[in-house]
T-cell receptor, first 116, second 111 residues
Framework: NAGVIQTPRHKVTGKGQEATLWCEPI?????VFWYRQTIVQGLEFLTY????????DSGMPKERFSAQMPNQSHSTLKIQSTQPQDSAVYLC?????FGQGAETLYFGSGTRLTVL | SQLAEENLWALSVHEGESVTVNCSYK?????LQWYRQKSGEGPAQLIL?????REKRNGRLRATLDTSSQSSSLSITATRCEDTAVYFC???????????FGSGTQLTVMP
């Protein structure tokens, strides 16, 4: 079991460019989460899928950010027209299931996005 | 403000000493989780303690939960340099699935 795999580990984009981040959850896990981590804001929830269906995207910035889970083996987070304030570590996590805060989240190592 | 929050930004101890990280939370919760994040890695769960439990152990780690004061602690005994990391508490409000992380406590274990 390789754990949650995130690619790329580092991505540098110019302001206004698009960035796509990839996540491969642990096989058999039904829940996938995206978090963003910065020094100032800490770990912020972005969005959550359960059995590939989007359940809650309340943490996603309304513009420019979108997430998809086209199949059970991967999820993508896309940021259009990147801005310097989007620079952060984006973390993907999966869990066997998710029920009210009592499931273990398994995190990937993250993608460090730098927007110049 | 955060649902769960550690009480210190940073702690430092010498190898072999014991250390405790504290966390306070708001509202009723189903469980409280402790995670550790080492540099360059994602957070990794250490202990999950449910609201009907008062104490949970995992090797050198011991977590407590006090629902009356809405607080939790994570104690590490016989610390090692490799325990150097950021320690987070995380919780979801009862009835909610959304796991909210505190800001974290940076623990440094010195040789």
């Amino acid at each position: 079991n390789a754990g949650v795999i995130q690619t790329p580990r580092h991505k540098v984009t110019g302001k206004g460019q698009e960035a796509t981040l990839w996540c491969e959850p642990i096989s058999g896990h039904s829940a996938v989460f995206w978090y963003r981590q910065t020094i100032v804001q800490g770990l912020e929830f972005l969005t959550y899928f359960r059995n590939q269906a989007p359940i809650d995207d309340s943490g996603m910035p309304k513009e420019r950010f979108s997430a998809q889970m086209p199949n059970q083996s991967h999820s993508t987070l896309k940021i259009q027209s990147t801005q310097p304030q989007d620079s952060a570590v984006y973390l993907c996590a999966s869990s066997l299931d998710f029920g009210q805060g009592a499931e273990t989240l398994y995190f990937g190592s993250g993608t460090r996005l730098t927007v110049l | 403000s955060q649902l769960a929050e550690e009480n210190l930004w940073a702690l430092s101890v010498h190898e072999g000493e014991s250390v405790t990280v504290n966390c306070s939370y708001k509202t009723s919760i189903t469980a409280l989780q402790w995670y550790r994040q080492k540099s360059g890695e994602g957070p990794a769960q250490l202990i999950l303690i449910r609201s009907n439990e008062r104490e949970k152990r995992n090797g050198r780690l011991r977590a407590t939960l006090d629902t009356s004061s809405q607080s939790s602690s994570l104690s590490i005994t016989a610390t090692r340099c490799e325990d150097t990391a950021v320690y987070f508490c995380a919780a979801a409000s009862s009835g909610s699935w959304q796991l909210i992380f505190g800001s974290g406590t940076q623990l440094t274990v010195m040789p």
